[in-house]
């Protein structure tokens, strides 16, 4: 072999290790937003809970329909915000496992030229 050979061999080496260090620290970090996402997963919970107690509580009370009407607007308004903020994290974190998959697959084509062409 070449010198010309190791050292590009060894330069992409070096970046192929960049980059699996790079890939491991998004892994990380797509872990601690999995972690966020179940802690807003908690939350929307507790809020539908909370809305069904209220909602059971302003069935109980005897008040105007139009009274009903609005507090039940309000509350599915409220409901909307929050499924829309859940929907929009999970989309993000789609994304970022989309894009790990993507990073570690072109790792694992670039590792198998490597080794291919190193026979």
Request: charged letters at 25%.
């Amino acid at each position: 072999m070449l010198d010309t050979d190791v050292v590009t061999i060894e330069q992409r080496l070096r970046c192929l290790n960049a980059e699996l260090d790079a890939g491991q620290e998004m892994l990380s970090r797509l872990v601690a937003e999995e972690e966020n996402v179940r802690q807003t997963m908690q939350r929307i919970v507790k809020a539908i809970q909370a809305l069904e107690e209220e909602l059971a509580g302003a069935q109980a009370e005897p008040s105007s329909w139009s009274a009903q009407a609005k507090r039940l607007a309000q509350v599915t308004g409220r409901f909307n915000q929050q499924y829309l903020a859940l929907q929009q994290e999970m989309l993000n974190e789609n994304r970022i496992y989309s894009m790990l998959s993507n990073i570690m697959k072109n790792l694992h084509d670039t590792v198998r030229n490597v080794i291919s062409n190193l026979r």
